[in-house]
Structure formats: structure tokens, C-alpha cells
């Protein structure tokens, strides 16, 4: 696609920011609105049908946001928190590795780089969750976020689902758990 359909996605997105904060009759939701109209009344037929089915996944998303909302609000003595205290416990272990194979990467990149002359000592590992064969970098998959925004308690009005599902956040921890745990065996 082209630069317009970006252009569209990017304030599809900001309205639907816009929608769920209940802004969306403000006078920036009211511009993004028209702003939208306008790019849509030039966009090509397939633009149209792409930027539809990328409306509709917005809307969705949305719509299960909403839903999940109400199931979960955890309450600690300090405030209300997203998800219940073992998945934040998950997420934080998530947190430590994630950053623990950033710094991992960064020495197998290092060792990496020499000549093998150079090198001493054996090849450094790091935790292969974090970085996929094809990208070549670390990749959190929003675990940051995640963290981040479970770690803080919200009044209860206030709090806001995860973007990761408890779910996707268990096979996450399972994966890298077992990883570490084979990694302690053999040192």
C-alpha cells in the first residue's frame, strides 16, 4: 500500500484512541474525523477495502476491550491493577529476561564481530525467545508495556486491559522459564 493508506491507518488509530477515552467529539476527534473523510474520498478502490477491513479489526478490538474490562479488575492494598498478582509475577520475570537478553545479545554481537582468533572464551548465550531468527535484533512483543502498566495501581475507574491476553503472557513465561531452567542445568 502507499503512503495515503498509511496516512488513513495512522488516524484510524488516533480516532479509535479517541473513541475509547470518549473524546471522539472533541475538537481533535472532530479533525481527525474530517481529515479521515478526506483522504478516504481520494483513496483507490483497494485502499477502500483495506482500509474497511482495518476499521472493522479496530472495532473488534475495541469491542473485546471493553468486555474484558469488567473481568479484569484486581484489587491490592494499593490500588487496582489489570491482572491478578501471579501473572504480574509472570510479566515481571518476563521483564527481567527481557532486558537480561538485551544485554545477552549485545555480547554474542560483540564476540560476534571479532575474528575467531580473537575470541575468547566460549560464544555467550542468550535467551532465543527474544530474538527471532529472521530479525536479527530483540524483540520485547509488548512486554514492556505490559509491565509497565500492571506494575502501577489506577483508581478503579481508571484501569485499562492489557494489550498482551493472560494467555499469550503464560506461554510466553512457559517458553522462556523452560529456557532458563535448561540453562541452569547446564552450568
Known amino acids: 500500500m502507499n503512503d495515503r493508506f498509511r496516512k488513513l491507518q495512522r488516524l484510524a488509530v488516533d480516532y479509535d484512541s479517541h ?4 473524546t471522539q467529539n472533541s475538537e481533535s476527534g472532530t479533525a481527525i474525523l474530517e481529515e479521515i473523510e478526506c483522504y478516504y474520498c481520494h483513496a483507490s478502490r483497494e485502499e477502500v477495502e483495506a482500509f474497511n477491513h482495518f476499521t472493522s479489526y479496530l472495532e473488534r478490538r475495541r469491542n473485546e476491550m471493553s468486555s474484558v474490562v469488567a473481568d479484569s ?6 490500588g487496582f491493577h489489570p491482572v491478578s498478582y501471579e ?3 509472570k510479566l515481571k520475570f ?3 529476561w527481557y532486558y537480561q537478553t538485551l544485554r545477552d545479545f549485545a555480547r554474542w554481537v560483540r564476540w560476534k564481530n571479532k575474528f575467531p582468533h580473537n575470541r575468547k572464551g566460549s560464544e555467550p548465550q542468550y535467551c532465543p525467545f527474544f530474538v527471532p531468527k529472521r530479525r536479527g535484533h530483540c524483540v520485547n512483543y509488548g512486554i514492556v508495556a ?3 502498566q500492571a506494575r ?5 475507574d ?3 486491559p492489557l494489550e498482551l491476553s493472560v494467555e499469550k503472557i503464560d506461554g510466553m513465561y512457559e517458553e522462556v522459564k523452560s529456557w532458563v531452567e535448561k540453562q541452569e542445568k547446564s552450568c
Open 19 to 22: 473513541l475509547r477515552a470518549g
Open 73 to 78: 479488575v484486581h484489587e491490592s492494598r494499593w
Open 152 to 156: 502501577m495501581p489506577v483508581p478503579r
Open 158 to 160: 481508571e484501569v485499562q
Open 94 to 96: 518476563l521483564h527481567k
Open 87 to 89: 501473572t504480574f509475577r
Open 146 to 148: 505490559a509491565y509497565r
